[in-house]
């Protein structure tokens, strides 16, 4: 299963390797400093640490998240934390349960994506298109909806229904104004879904422009690259 490899979530950049109280973001700050002074380190500590591990060793990060729930459970960014920490890990019940929890501390929409993963994840792709048309998704800040379309063409892809996956992604990468990021994510979701078709002299096709410019984010690079379009193949039986 790809994953929706969101490198910013609700505030939360972890392209920044300053592992201090500043990865937190100020509302949340805000939030555990209500705690008063001595939970509140602690629980900043744990959320610090979750945070560190989060990509490189996930279940670390998620050994820290429920350290940080042992302190406080009623705060949205404690549950956050371990929804994201048991998404890494691949524990999908877990994340789902808990960045529902987080939606209804915060009422943020942001998790749809990877609640919908997640359930994926479960073997339920049917529950992702029951998210992706309900009202939430449907008013999702631009990163989390591309993040939701690209979950959605996997969902489409595992009931083998490659043509709709493709053109999901396609109608996607027509927006105007896409940030170097999100082109590159939906590029990277059509090699993948070509792979899975078994598709692969395409999909390093795409590789061979993505990966270079995923190593330097160039956006000089970006505005010379030319999308490598995607034929639809006739023999795909998607009825």
Sequence with gaps: ?????NKKISGFDQTDLDYTADVIPMAYRS?????GNEKAKLVE??????????DAFPQKALEEAKK???????????REMLGLAAYKSGDWSLAIRELKTARRLNGLS????IIADSYRGLGQPMQVFEIAISP??????????????????????????????LKTLKHEMARRGLSTELKLRLMEAQAVLLEVE????????IWSITEPIRQSIDDVALSELIVYDIGEDESSEDE
């Design 1 to 5: 299963m790809k994953k929706t490899n």
């Design 31 to 35: 939030e555990i400093a209500l705690l």
């Design 45 to 54: 500590k744990y959320i610090i640490s979750t945070y560190k591990y989060l």
């Design 68 to 78: 940080a729930v042992k302190v406080v459970s009623r705060l949205a960014v404690v």
């Design 110 to 113: 942001d998790y749809l994506p």
């Design 136 to 165: 939430e998704a449907m008013s999702l800040p631009l990163p989390a909806h591309i993040e939701m379309s690209i979950v959605l063409a996997g969902a489409y892809s595992d009931i083998g229904k490659f043509r709709p996956a």
């Design 198 to 205: 078994g598709r692969q002299v395409e999909a390093n096709k």
